[in-house]
Nanobody, 125 residues
Framework: QVELVESGGGSVQTGGSLRLSCAGS????????RTWFRQAPGKEREGVAV???????NYADSVKGRFTIPKDNGKNISYLQMNSLVPEDTAIYYC???????????????????WGQGTQVTVSS
């Protein structure tokens, strides 16, 4: 049984940092696209950062230069380092994993099979 368990959310002020973790079990995590999504109240779930099975990362324009997925550590844990946080980053953050032909990782949430439970990130001004 595949399970993704997130941790690390919380409340910070503008300019602060948080690191989210997503521990995977029941799958060889490194073989999957591991994508971080977020969903703010009244908005659709959006992809913000992804690491593919080759270790390549990609980021949404809204977080580029501020969010980072550290290099794979060989363990079934994925991280999202979030720096220079702003109130617009306030959302529930989810990790997701999926296996796709060709290794390309989609940004659309509908394509992902496995999801974490979500963790709240709140940034105050």
């Amino acid at each position: 049984q595949v399970e993704l368990v997130e941790s690390g959310g919380g409340s910070v002020q503008t300019g602060g940092s948080l690191r989210l973790s997503c521990a995977g079990s029941g799958l060889t995590y490194g073989y999957y696209c591991r994508t971080w999504f977020r969903q703010a109240p009244g908005k659709e779930r959006e992809g913000v950062a992804v690491i593919d099975r080759s270790g390549r990362t990609n980021y949404a324009d809204s977080v580029k230069g501020r969010f980072t997925i550290p290099k794979d550590n060989g363990k079934n844990i994925s991280y999202l380092q979030m720096n220079s946080l702003v109130p617009e980053d306030t959302a529930i953050y989810y990790c997701a994993a999926g296996s796709f032909r060709g290794g390309r990782c989609p940004w659309d949430a509908i394509f992902y099979n496995y999801w974490g439970q979500g963790t709240q990130v709140t940034v105050s001004s």
